[in-house]
Nanobody
Framework: QVQLVESGGGFMQAGGSLRLSCAVS????????MGWYRQAGGQTRELLAG????????IYSASVRGRFSISRDSAKNTAYLQTDSLRPEDTGVYFC???????????????WGQGTQVTVSS
């Protein structure tokens, strides 16, 4: 069983920064990818950033590229999302997602955290 716990969300003024963390626990994890999604009120979850198990490859959505940075500490089984130059439209619940055993991010075989709220005021 894989468990994910996010932290680091909160309230921030536009232009500020937050660092989100996602701690993963469980046995025989077999993690292949980790990612961060955002869900704003009434909308579908949007993939913001993803990183491979070795941390050698990353992807970003156009909406956050150049402002957000994903990283991973394999020894701690923790992923991070550094969010800089925050905008009001970045407001939403941020979810961590883990893909295991070759399945893709966001798939029905992936694992989700409970989410952490980020609110950005103008």
């Amino acid at each position: 069983q894989v468990q994910l716990v996010e932290s680091g969300g909160g309230f921030m003024q536009a232009g500020g920064s937050l660092r989100l963390s996602c701690a993963v626990s469980g046995s025989n994890l077999g993690i292949t990818q980790m990612g961060w999604y955002r869900q704003a009120g009434g909308q579908t979850r949007e993939l913001l950033a993803g990183i491979t198990s070795g941390g050698t490859s990353t992807i970003y959505s156009a909406s956050v590229r150049g402002r957000f940075s994903i990283s991973r500490d394999s020894a701690k089984n923790t992923a991070y999302l550094q969010t800089d130059s925050l905008r009001p439209e970045d407001t939403g619940v941020y979810f961590c997602n883990v893909a295991v055993h070759g399945y893709g991010l966001g798939s029905s075989n992936s694992y989700w955290g409970q989410g952490t709220q980020v609110t950005v005021s103008s």
